[in-house]
C-alpha cells in the first residue's frame, strides 16, 4: 500500500472496496437509526433546499422581489437565447473540456511516476501533488495573477523575455488560457489521485509477461497498462470537470471579463441584480451538467464496460 | 531509475513529470517569494528583503478578525461533522436495512454537487426561515459540505476493524460501551482524527459555499482575501496568503502523518 492509495482513500469518490461482511451480534436498537440525524440534517439543509432552488427557476419573481406563480420556463430559455448568457455557459463548457483533457494528459506521466518509482520518489512525489490541494484557492489564483502578470514585470514574461523567446510581453492574465492553467492547477490532484490508485492495482506480472513475449514499452504500455487504468481516467476526468465547471474563484482571479463562467453568472445574477429566478436557473443547469456528466461516469465505470472487447 | 521505464518512453515521463512538479509549485514559491520583498508594486525578480508586510499583516484587525473567524468556524464545523458523520458511518458499515446504499449515495452526494449551489439553495431557506446569524449560517453551510469526507473517512476505516475483536471483549464481559470505547474506538481513532482533520481544512478554505452566508460582520478568511485582492492592490495580500500555505503546510504534515498511520486506514 502506497501514500498515494491512502491520500485516494480520503479524497476521491469511489467507494473503498466492500468489506468482509458476516452476521455480527445484534444490538438492542438497529445499528441503522446512528443514519438518523445525519439524514434528518442533510435532508433539510441540502435536500430540501436544492428542490427549493429548482421550484424558484421555473417561478416568476415581482417588483417587490417575491416569487411566487405563475410557472414558467422563460429563464432557461433567456440562457439559451441570449447570446451574452449562452456564451457563458459555452465558455464554461469549453474551459472543464479543455482543462479535464489537459489535467489527464499531464496527470498520466505524474501518476505512473508516482506508483511505479522508489518508495522516497513515490513519497515526494505524493506530497507534491497534495499539498496544494489543501492551500486556499484564492491564494493560488493569486499566485497565478503573479505568474501571468501581463507587462514586462511579470514572471512568465520576464523568463520569455530573458530567454528571448518573444520581444515584447504577452497578455495571458484575463483570458480563458490563465483560468485553464488556473483550473488545471487547482484540480491537477483531483486526476492524479484516482489515476495512481487505478495504476497501482494493475498485477505487474501482466506488463511483465507482454514485455517478455517481445511487446516494446510502447506497446505495452497502450494493449496492457493504458486499458486497465481507464476506471481511474474516467473517475478523474469527472472529479476534473465538474469541480472546473462548478468553479467561481478562478474564472474571477484570473478570467476577468473575457472569461465568465457559470458560477460568475450566477453570483451576479443573485448579489447584483437581484434576479432569483434567471440565477437559480443558470445553477440547475450547472448542476444538470455535472449530474450528467457523473451519470455517464457511473455507468461506464459500474457496467465494467471499460474492459476490452478482444 | 527503474528498470520499467527505459529509453525514450523514460525520458519523457521523468521530463513532464519535473516539469509538473514545477507548475504546482511555482505559484506557491513565488508567493512567498514576493511577500519578503521591498517593493510597493509587485516585480519580477522579486527586490531585496523585509519582514514589514508581516508586520502590517499581524496588526490589520480585519485579517486577525477574520482569522479568529475562520478558526472558530473550522473547529465548530469539525466537531459539527464528527457528531452527526461518525455514527453515520456505523450505520452504513455496521447496518442492515432497506436502501442501505440508497441512503449511503444520499449522504455522499454533496461531494458531487456543485459546492456554489449548495451553497445558493440554502441561502435560500436560510432567508426564509430568518435565520440571520451568518455564523450560524456558515456552520449550517460547512457541516453539509464536510460531513461526507468524515463520512467516507470513517466508513474505510470502521471496515477494517476486526469483529472478532469485539466478539472476544463481548465475550469476556465487556458491556457494548466498554467494547466501543476500549476496542472499537482505538481502531478507528486515526480514521476519525483523519476525518475530523480534512473537515477542518476543507472548512477553513472554503470559497462556494462561504460566500452566500457571510455577510459584512462576519467574513472568513478565504472572503477577506478575495476582497484585498480584487478590489484594492495592498502589498500585504502576498503575506497574508504565505501565513494560509504555512498554515496549509502544517495541516498536510498532520495528514500524512495521519495518513501515515496505514494500517488504521486503508489497510
Known amino acids: 500500500m502506497t501514500t498515494s492509495d491512502d491520500a485516494v482513500a480520503i479524497l476521491s469518490v469511489e467507494a473503498p472496496p466492500a468489506a468482509r461482511r458476516r452476521p455480527g451480534w445484534r444490538l438492542a436498537l438497529p445499528v441503522g437509526l446512528l443514519a438518523v440525524p445525519m439524514l434528518a440534517f442533510l435532508t433539510y439543509f441540502f435536500f430540501y433546499p436544492a428542490l427549493g432552488l429548482l421550484l424558484s427557476s421555473i417561478q416568476t419573481q415581482d417588483s417587490r422581489g417575491i416569487i411566487g406563480r405563475p410557472f414558467t420556463l422563460a429563464h432557461y430559455a433567456r440562457l439559451i437565447n441570449v447570446e451574452l448568457y449562452a456564451r457563458v455557459l459555452w465558455t464554461t463548457l469549453r474551459i472543464s473540456i479543455i482543462t479535464s483533457a489537459l489535467a489527464t494528459v499531464l496527470a498520466y506521466p505524474v501518476a505512473l511516476v508516482m506508483v511505479k518509482s522508489r518508495p522516497m520518489v513515490t513519497r515526494i512525489i505524493t506530497l507534491i501533488v497534495i499539498a496544494p490541494l489543501i492551500v486556499s484557492v484564492v491564494v493560488r489564483g493569486y499566485g497565478w495573477q503573479l505568474v501571468l502578470q501581463n507587462g514586462p514585470k511579470g514572471m512568465l514574461n520576464w523568463i520569455l523575455m530573458t530567454l528571448h523567446v518573444v520581444d515584447a510581453p504577452i497578455s495571458v492574465l484575463y483570458t480563458e488560457v490563465a483560468v485553464v492553467i488556473g483550473s488545471l492547477h487547482v484540480f491537477f490532484p483531483m486526476m492524479v489521485l484516482p489515476l495512481a490508485s487505478a495504476l497501482g492495482k494493475i498485477d505487474p506480472n501482466l506488463e511483465d509477461a507482454a514485455r517478455m513475449l517481445g511487446a516494446p514499452w510502447w506497446r505495452v504500455f497502450l494493449r496492457v497498462t493504458l486499458p486497465l487504468s481507464m476506471p481511474g481516467f474516467v473517475a478523474g476526468f469527472t472529479l476534473v470537470f465538474s469541480l472546473t465547471a462548478g468553479s467561481f474563484v478562478i474564472p474571477a482571479i484570473l478570467g476577468g471579463a473575457s472569461a465568465v463562467m457559470l458560477g460568475n453568472l450566477i453570483e451576479q445574477q443573485i448579489f447584483v441584480v437581484y434576479d432569483w429566478p434567471f440565477g437559480a436557473a443558470i445553477a440547475v443547469v450547472l448542476v444538470g451538467l455535472v449530474l450528467a456528466v457523473n451519470g455517464v461516469s457511473m455507468w461506464l465505470l459500474e457496467g465494467r464496460r471499460l474492459r476490452r472487447p478482444d | ?267
Open chain 2, 1 to 267: 531509475m527503474d528498470e520499467r521505464f527505459s529509453g525514450f518512453g523514460a525520458f519523457i515521463l521523468y521530463t513532464i513529470t519535473a516539469g509538473m512538479m514545477l507548475f504546482i509549485l511555482a505559484p506557491l514559491l513565488l508567493v512567498m517569494a514576493v511577500s519578503v520583498s521591498d517593493s510597493y508594486f509587485v516585480t519580477f525578480p522579486p527586490q531585496g528583503f523585509t519582514l514589514k508586510w508581516y508586520a502590517k499583516v499581524l496588526q490589520d484587525r480585519d485579517f486577525l478578525e477574520a482569522m479568529r473567524l475562520s478558526i472558530l468556524l473550522a473547529l465548530g464545523t469539525t466537531a459539527g461533522s464528527l457528531l452527526f458523520g461518525v455514527p453515520a458511518a456505523f450505520a452504513l458499515v455496521r447496518g442492515r436495512f432497506f436502501g442501505l446504499a440508497a441512503i449511503k449515495g444520499f449522504l455522499l452526494s454533496p461531494l458531487i454537487f456543485p459546492a456554489l449551489v449548495t451553497g445558493l439553495a440554502l441561502l435560500q431557506v436560510l432567508t426564509k426561515l430568518g435565520s440571520q446569524d451568518a455564523r450560524l449560517n456558515l456552520l449550517i453551510g460547512h457541516v453539509v459540505v464536510t460531513s461526507p469526507y468524515v463520512i467516507r473517512t470513517v466508513v474505510t476505516s470502521l471496515q477494517l476493524v476486526d469483529e472478532n475483536l469485539e466478539d472476544a471483549a463481548r465475550t469476556l464481559g465487556a458491556n457494548r460501551l466498554t467494547t466501543f470505547w476500549r476496542v472499537t474506538l482505538p481502531q478507528i481513532a486515526s480514521g476519525v482524527a483523519a476525518g475530523g482533520l480534512f473537515a477542518f481544512m476543507v472548512s477553513f478554505d472554503n470559497y462556494p459555499v462561504t460566500m452566500w452566508l457571510a455577510n459584512s460582520e462576519y467574513s472568513p478568511v478565504p472572503l477577506v482575501l478575495m476582497r484585498q485582492l480584487v478590489n484594492v492592490f495592498d502589498p500585504s495580500v502576498p503575506a497574508m496568503s504565505t501565513i494560509i500555505i504555512l498554515m496549509a503546510m502544517v495541516g498536510v504534515l498532520l495528514l500524512e502523518k495521519l495518513v501515515g498511520l496505514r494500517r488504521a486506514l486503508a489497510a
